[in-house]
Each structure stands twice: as C-alpha cells, then as structure tokens.
C-alpha cells in the first residue's frame, strides 16, 4: 500500500491463498495488516478465458462447423451436435430414415466413408457431403 502524496515507498504487503471456482459471481475479502489501523477490502472473481468452461476452467470446447467437427458448446463446455450431425464429435452425417442400412462419415479431405451396405445402395448418394 502506498500513502497519496508520499514517495514510492511501500508500507505493506499482503500474500494470500485462496480456492475459487469461476463464477460471475464475485467474492469480497478484506486483508489486515496485523493492527486495528490498516485494513484493505476488495471484490474479485474467477472468470474462465477463451473456450474453457466449468468450475476450474478445465474443460475446453470450441466450437466448430467443418471437417473435424460440427457442434456448438454448452456453458460448461458440453460438445452439441448440430442438426443432421452425431457421434461423439459430432462428424458422422445422420442419414435419413430410407438410408438406415449405412452409416457415412465425413473424412479428410472432404471424402465420404460409407459402411459396406452402401456400396449396394444408393441412398446416401443424393446427400450433400
């Protein structure tokens, strides 16, 4: 803590250590220095950057629409399939109901993989991959 008007000198110092999950709400504390004549009184809070969710920040989900993805994230970082997507990372295209024999998967580059039933069939083919 520095006094107004007087040179750089400091005149205390305070350490401390505390667990706090992010929240937008936020948490006051107030730090003594050892007499009844200095005390300091602050709010802060924990807030995750970026695409990190969750009590500690440590879930990462970024959103994405492309070949490696096509989900959304919830507000703790939950991956959520856009419409016509499944699996775990949301890259297998959902085939409509007359097409249920075969499953096609969108792969690097731009490629469709399809099970063995599709080869006989043509009911993926009139999909847009």
């Known amino acids: 803590m520095l006094l107004a008007g ?4 400091l005149i205390w110092r305070h350490a401390s250590q ?3 999950n ?3 709400e936020w948490t006051r504390s107030t730090a ?5 004549s200095t005390s300091l009184e602050f709010d802060y809070r924990v807030v995750c950057t970026g695409n ?5 920040c440590a879930t990462f989900c970024r959103p ?3 070949i490696n993805g096509h989900y959304r994230c919830t507000q703790n970082g939950t991956i959520v399939c856009l419409d ?4 775990t990372f949301c890259n297998r295209r959902k085939l409509p109901a007359e097409s249920a024999c075969c499953e096609c998967e969108v792969d690097y580059p731009f490629s469709v993989i399809c099970s063995a039933c599709f080869e006989t069939s043509t009911a993926c083919s009139s999909l847009a991959f």
Request: without cysteine; hydrophobic residues 15%; proline residues 7%.
């Open 52 to 56: 990190y969710h969750g009590p500690r």
């Open 84 to 87: 016509g997507w499944s699996d």
């Open 64 to 66: 994405r629409d492309d």
């Open 6 to 9: 007087s040179p750089r000198r």
């Open 22 to 24: 992010a929240s937008s």
């Open 32 to 36: 003594n220095n050892g007499t009844s």
């Open 18 to 20: 505390h667990l706090l």
